[in-house]
């Protein structure tokens, strides 16, 4: 209200000082005389201010006129002029609008909305950098891969957007299955921006397929340095991966260099079976067999496995079963209560006749966790022990419809492996496949018992085989071999 009060008073004031002006003039005597070639032109004083000022005004447009006539050739002539920002400005408000349309489109999956709205900004803005970006997208979106290719490849040549353009065209060649580029795209873009962990997965994945165990490896470390992979899962890793390098190397013939690698990825990852079973298999070639026996002992501590059991019989093939037993009985001790111990025992106690022995060493087993493996070794020690047929028969006809015992499974897509792999050959999932019970299956191989009790049963050979395949239908051939591929007392 103040302001108000001050704002009118000022204006009062200025009309009281020009009406006192315009009276002293018009009271004033004498004023201007103009002569010029014969005129003459004589003015008061009130008319001669009123000229001036007059004068003065035209003299203000004059000048903006010429102003505006200089500013209008030079937006002809292509300078910046008020007059081009002015249109500047109304041009890149429009080029937002339309890249924000775009963006919104995009957002909403309207594919060819936000190209439109893309390519319009580009056309407004000449901002290649911003427009490119959203056209690219759009063209995926859209599903029109040539134009999103066209669109990466011009990312590529501006420093600020040439991850993002070789980033776009990784993910389009991948899609087109061509590995190789890919491989060398991907490559690039983790050289550009190394940090990157999509751009490491990818990397990784795809050395991994081409079996470039050393680039898998430097990445690998690069994860860990830049932090987007846990310690103690590179740790694992590495130890996958320096098995497969012995592996491959082993193929090869070089076999202490496949060693040195295989004695690395055991020490990176002790429980890892695979790897103490070529470390252990390698000093059993150079006659290391107390190092061999240790590396193996080392890994049923953490992970009993009837694979390393085979390793550890293969140790000594000729040895008698008694003396086979009492070494086993070091190996296993300690892990007493674990199910593979229990059903491993029982095994060596069937093959030296004593079925007793081994039915104490099997314990509730086949009751409390009955497995297929379980159900068919009672079944043997329930022949053994002399009981009829139709006993033997019900335990078998229960193994048949009886968990699985645990197998090479990709924890990603549930593929079945017969030997460990580093990546699923089915899903390529890196460091997926672990040893686990697959799922209820209702194909089981009728004919196991007599596998068994004809590989197992030595020192009783007059047990007469119990069934035949015709009695419970065509076998599984695939499971009629787990147990015999898993035993570890192969002669």
């Known amino acids: 209200m103040l302001w ?35 005129f003459e032109l004589s003015f008061g004083a009130l008319q001669a201010a009123l000229l001036v000022l007059g004068l003065l005004i035209s003299l203000w447009l004059f000048l903006k006129l010429l102003g505006l006539l200089i500013a209008l050739l030079r937006f002809i002539n292509g300078d910046e002029t008020a007059l081009s920002r002015y249109f500047d400005r109304n041009r890149e408000r429009r080029g937002f609008e339309a890249l924000s349309d775009g963006l919104m489109a995009l957002a909403s999956g309207e594919g060819r909305d936000a190209m439109a709205k893309a390519k319009k900004a580009d056309r407004l803005l000449n901002r290649p950098d911003l427009t490119n970006l959203i056209v690219a ?14 669109t990466y490849k011009k990312l ?6 040439r991850f993002v353009g070789t980033y776009g065209l990784l993910q389009q060649h991948l899609q087109d299955g061509d590995t190789e580029l890919a491989l060398k795209l991907a490559e690039h873009a983790f050289a550009l921006k190394p940090k990157h962990g999509e751009t490491q997965d990818v990397l990784l994945k795809l050395q991994a397929s081409q079996k470039d165990w050393h680039g898998v490896r430097a990445t690998l470390t690069a994860k860990l340095k830049h932090g987007t992979l846990p310690k103690d899962v590179h740790k694992r890793r590495d130890a996958v991966f320096a098995l497969s390098q012995a592996r491959d190397l082993r193929a090869e013939g070089k076999l202490q260099k496949a060693q040195s690698y295989a004695v690395e990825a055991n020490k990176l990852a002790p429980s890892l079976v695979p790897a103490a079973l070529m470390a252990a298999e390698g000093h059993r070639e150079q006659n290391n067999g107390k190092q061999a026996s240790r590396i193996l002992r080392a890994a049923w501590q953490l992970a009993p496995h009837p694979e390393l059991a085979s390793g550890f019989a293969a140790l000594a093939p000729d040895e008698e079963p008694t003396a086979r037993l009492k070494r086993f009985e070091q190996f296993t001790k300690g892990t007493d209560s674990h199910p593979e111990t229990k059903m491993l ?3 060596l106690y069937v093959a030296l006749a004593d079925f007793e022995a081994a039915r104490r060493a099997l314990g509730e087993l086949a009751k409390t966790d009955p497995t297929m493996r379980a159900l068919t070794i009672l ?18 006809t229960q193994a048949i419809s009886a968990q699985r015992d645990p197998q090479w499974i990709c924890e990603n897509c549930g593929h079945v492996d017969h030997d460990w792999e ?21 194909a089981v191989s009728p004919d196991m018992l007599p596998l068994i009790v004809g590989h197992m049963a030595q020192g009783a050979t007059n047990l007469p085989p119990l069934l035949k395949p015709e009695d419970l239908g065509q076998p599984d051939q695939k499971a009629a071999k787990e147990f015999t591929d898993r035993a570890p007392l192969k002669e």
């Not at 997208?137 to 066209?150: I, M, P, S």
């Not at 079944?379 to 078998?396: F, K, M, T």
């Not at 050959?425 to 686990?436: F, G, T």
């Open 4 to 38: 108000s009060l001050i704002k009118i008073l000022s204006f009062v004031a200025m009309v009281m000082l020009i009406s006192f002006g315009a009276g002293r003039l018009m009271e004033a005597k004498g004023g201007v005389t103009i002569q010029y070639s014969g």
């Open 137 to 150: 997208q759009a063209a995926v979106a859209n599903g029109d891969r040539q134009t999103a290719k066209a």
């Open 156 to 161: 590529l040549k501006d420093h600020k957007t």
């Open 345 to 347: 025992m029982a095994e």
């Open 379 to 396: 079944a043997a020690i329930e022949r053994g022990d002399g009981a009829d047929d139709q006993s033997v028969r019900q335990l078998l």
């Open 422 to 442: 580093p990546v699923c050959l089915n899903c390529e999932a890196i460091d997926s496949i672990a040893w686990k019970r697959p799922p209820m299956s209702e």
